[in-house]
């Protein structure tokens, strides 16, 4: 489809007709739309020989450097440091700025209200007290930014507004060496929009060099709308979906051939279509009457994501990728979720088919993803499972030192970290480790069999390599340092994350520059450490790769102010929800806006923002052509909060519905449902998701329901596979029918594995279970993450008082003495302390309510095994502690030990050889 050309192309094309051969600087909002608005014209069949395309900044650079290169522009971070040397060097602690607090986020307001000051034209002599609410702020922002200017002008080194002030001296000095002949073309709504250096720059360009194009107005006429409408094609008609669809349209990201194409509207003489209508979107009583051709549509969503699929949905119907630009009001929000839909149904992920203005999302590179999720694991409280999770999903790469040359698997090493008692808390990693590492040694000598033996030195090699990786994030004390954080950061992104593309390394090297950065601030900040994970999460999810235009084969996203420029038939605009757009309109909390009003015209304020965006939304309305849809949120799936729809959807709906003075409840029973995670049944589904969920809902009943779930998802079929064989009455595998492993791991073997009392009650619980864990060496699920609610879990403390009890007893024997409660509680509390003092040091409490619950449970069950030892000791006297059966005896004085397992005799030549530890043996008294 060719669109109608727009009044400013139109402009453009005249003047490039009459002056064909004279070079031309057409100043456009990014280098991103010229190129677009270049590419449009050539396509419509105008010669555009000649033209460069310029920012208002390249423009700016340009001029700047007619005198020889620039200097070395001053980087955001040497800006923000300098600001930073100022307030905390002139700050007395005691004034109206500087008894604040030095976080990440008042650093750089500080730096944002110094630029604007310069950009703005301002000089600090020119700054009024008079002008502040407060005659000492005024002081203390005034000695900021005089601060600043000196180490500006001492580093040798120019900011941008630098380069603005020696390019509007060269356009007024030299102006025949500074433009080189070029006449420079701008649209006039560009023009409106510029203040401070801006405007004085395009002022000080000779008025002979320099002219305004026109641009199309808002609520026009329409004789210039028709010829722009002829080609536009209305939305799809419904297709309806069936039991026996194609579950899943594997072409879809190539285009198909799927579904009908766009049915052509019949125009009448003289009327625009409907998406011609939206240039009345401020305006809606002055619009013409909607023909309902199909061309404009509004559609509700219950959440962001469901709003992005339903837009995937229509443009796939509609024809392919590279047919649809979608136009958003919040990039942070929207780019990533269509970054990982398309992404979950590419066939090459490493080439996801969409371009964004704005720059790709890096949240799918696996440096972003490691970053994200070390920060998120240091703001849960350092969950063990969770940085476990790291190392099983690959997230984390170690080289592990095993003597033997072989390799240790990521889940190998998972569960070898999962053997140290480490559970939640940064206190903990750093003593539990040493504690483990200072008795594998041990255990290895003494292990008894070469798979035991072969766990421990791969727990021994695992611990090792992973002690001093954490080391890099806490202190000796287990606390979490910002310095330390850092520096655990670039080492885990440089050392221990793996790369794969171009994209990887990019991000990577992008990460790591942040950190550089950052590292210098850590030490200065005056900040927590979850204010200082949070503004660390939220630079990493800043991070973009290259912004690109529009590309062949791909979806195009752009944003409210530089989109609509591509032609593409088909445009959603998104985020049309009452938050989202305009926004909030927030004011710089440092200079507020009566303040910067009071110093200077030029100065951004949030009113003006909320009216340029208004501006925006009218010219983006006014120059799109093609089949339009807007989009909102009904409610938002984060927080289960309503949310209603901006003034351009109300106003759309108002031109759509010919209801001129309609409310928002009219506007709700005019749009079907919103839309959820099941698509409407005449919608074409995205995926198998989509097709499944879309069946599953349905009005008619369908027979073969669970069959088509089977044919979509094989993992569930094979589950379905296991069910049945478990409910019928034939013995399976499923069952636990694996003959092999009864002839392999038989107990009767004369060379089997001697069997443990704990076994053994394992075996006679839970048979199945047995089998699983100790035979065929299942492992259960990592369990959800879940808050700790004491301190040491049952087996831990079970230990514990066993040490305790068997210590008190083996001393009371060796003293020929009987357990008293009078007598020998003191004792016993003293040897309890002990072991506790030895426990958590090993494994610090994550609260000190947590350890006085534990400690003062602990003396009460010290207390109730005391009395009852008193009472049971009147009849025996124990003799023996801890005897050996099948194991080498921890106390070589223990004569009665063996270290050969004892055979019990099962009738019928069978064997069953036993091991395991005996507590205490007691003599009878006569």
Not at 251 to 273: I, M, V
Not at 824 to 829: A, D, K, L, S, W
Request: glycine share 6%; hydrophobic share 40%; aromatic share 8%.
């Amino acid at each position: 489809m060719q669109n109608r050309l727009s009044t400013l192309a139109v402009s453009l094309a005249a003047y490039c007709k009459a002056h064909p051969v004279q070079e031309k600087w057409l100043l456009v909002p990014s280098a991103v739309v010229g190129r677009q608005f270049l590419d449009g014209l050539a396509l419509g069949g105008t010669a555009t020989f000649n033209v460069h395309v310029f920012s208002l900044n390249m423009l700016a650079r340009r001029l700047a450097s007619v005198n020889g290169e620039l200097p070395e522009l001053l980087s955001g971070y040497e800006q923000k440091k300098m600001v930073e040397t100022v307030f905390t060097g002139t700050g007395s602690g005691e004034g109206y700025l500087s008894a604040l607090r030095m976080t990440p986020g008042f650093l750089r307001r500080m730096v944002h209200m110094v630029s604007d000051l310069r950009m703005a034209g301002v000089a600090p002599g020119a700054l009024e007290l008079d002008a502040f609410e407060n005659a000492q702020k005024g002081e203390e922002i005034k000695a900021l930014f005089a601060g600043y200017e000196a180490l500006r002008k001492a580093s040798n080194k120019i900011d941008f507004a630098d380069v603005y002030h020696r390019a509007i001296g060269a356009a007024q000095n030299v102006p025949e060496r500074a433009l080189g002949g070029a006449h420079i073309l701008a649209s006039a709504d560009m023009i409106e929009l510029l203040s401070g250096l801006g405007a004085e720059l395009w002022e000080a360009l000779p008025a002979d060099s320099k002219s305004v194009l026109p641009v199309d107005a808002a609520n026009s006429g329409l004789e210039d709308l028709t010829e722009r409408e002829k080609n536009v094609t209305p939305a799809k008609a419904g297709v309806q979906i069936t039991a026996d669809s194609k579950p899943f349209l594997d072409s879809r990201l190539r285009g198909n051939d799927d579904f009908a194409p766009f049915a052509k509207p019949s125009l009448k003489t003289g009327e625009p279509t409907d998406a011609g209508l939206l240039r009345w979107i401020s305006s809606p009583l002055d619009a013409p009457q909607a023909q309902d051709d199909g061309t404009a549509s509004i559609f509700a969503a219950i959440g962001e994501i469901n709003e992005v699929r339903e837009m995937l949905r229509r443009v796939f119907a509609a024809g392919k990728l590279d047919d649809a630009e979608v136009i958003v009001t919040d990039a942070d929000t929207y780019a990533p979720l269509i970054y990982e839909t398309l992404f979950s149904l590419s066939e090459d992920v490493h080439n996801v088919p969409v371009t964004f203005s704005t720059g790709t999302p890096a949240l799918h590179t696996k440096p972003a993803r490691l970053m994200m999720a070390l920060i998120t694991w240091l703001k849960n409280g350092c969950y063990q499972k969770e940085f476990g999770r790291m190392l099983v999903h690959h997230l984390l790469q170690f080289d592990y030192d095993v003597s033997d040359d072989k390799s240790i698997s990521a889940r190998r090493a998972k569960e070898a970290f999962y053997d140290a008692p480490i559970g939640k808390g940064a206190m903990r990693y750093l003593p539990v480790l040493n504690n483990v590492l200072a008795n594998v040694d041990a255990e290895i000598e003494n292990a008894h069999d070469d798979k035991t033996r072969n766990k421990l030195i791969t727990r021994k090699a695992v611990w090792t390599t992973l002690t001093p990786f954490f080391a890099l994030f806490f202190n000796k004390e287990g606390e979490l340092i910002p310095a330390n954080i850092v520096a655990g950061l670039q080492i885990a992104l440089d050392a221990h994350c793996k790369v794969v593309g171009e994209a990887d390394k990019m991000v990577r090297k992008t990460l790591l520059q942040v950190l550089a950065e950052i590292q210098g601030d850590a030490a200065a900040l005056e900040v927590s450490v979850d204010e200082f994970l949070d503004d660390l999460l939220a630079q990493v999810k800043r991070v973009r790769l290259q912004r690109r235009g529009p590309v062949p084969g791909c979806l195009y996203v752009s944003t409210l102010n530089n989109g609509g420029y591509s032609g593409r038939p088909n445009v959603f605009v998104m985020g049309m929800d009452n938050g989202r757009f305009p926004g909030k309109g927030l004011q710089d909390p440092l200079l507020l806006d009566h303040e910067r009003e009071a110093i200077s015209n030029a100065l951004p304020t949030a009113k003006k923002q909320l009216k340029n965006k208004r501006s925006q939304a009218i010219a983006l309305f006014v120059r799109l052509s093609g089949n339009i849809t807007l989009s909102f949120c009904r409610a938002s799936l984060s927080d289960d909060r309503a949310l209603f729809p901006a003034w351009p959807v109300e106003s759309a709906y108002r031109i759509l519905s010919n209801n001129r003075h309609g409310t928002q409840e009219d506007l709700f029973k005019w749009l079907k449902a919103p839309v959820s995670f099941a698509p409407y049944r005449d919608d074409a589904p995205l995926d198998a998701a989509d097709w499944i969920a879309q069946v599953l809902c349905a009005d008619t009943e369908i027979e073969n329901k669970t069959q088509l779930v089977r044919d979509v998802y094989p993992n569930l079929k094979q589950g379905y596979v296991a069910m049945e064989a478990r409910q019928s009455d034939v013995f399976t595998e499923y069952d636990g029918c694996v003959p092999e492993a009864g002839a392999d791991y038989s107990p009767y073997k004369p060379d089997a594995r001697p069997m443990s009392p704990s076994r053994l009650e394992g075996y006679a619980r839970n048979p199945l279970e047995f089998f699983f864990r100790q035979i065929l060496g299942v492992e259960v699920p990592d369990e959800p993450l879940a808050e700790e609610t004491e301190w040491l879990d049952a087996a831990s403390r079970g230990t514990l008082l066993h040490t305790v009890f068997e210590r008190f007893m083996r001393e009371l024997a060796a003293q020929g003495e009987k357990p008293k409660l009078s007598r020998h509680h003191e004792r016993i509390t003293a040897i309890l302390n002990e072991e506790i003092e030895t426990a958590k040091n090993a494994s610090p409490s994550p609260s000190e309510e947590m350890f006085r619950r534990a400690v003062a449970d602990m003396q009460r069950t010290v207390e109730i095994f005391l009395r009852n030892e008193e009472k049971h000791c009147e009849t025996v006297t124990p003799a023996y502690f801890e005897l050996s059966v099948g194991i080498e005896s921890e106390v070589p004085e223990d004569s009665l030990s063996s270290a050969k397992p004892v055979a019990v005799h099962l009738g019928d030549g069978k064997h069953l050889r036993i091991r395991g530890k005996i507590d205490r043996i007691a003599c009878v008294i006569a």
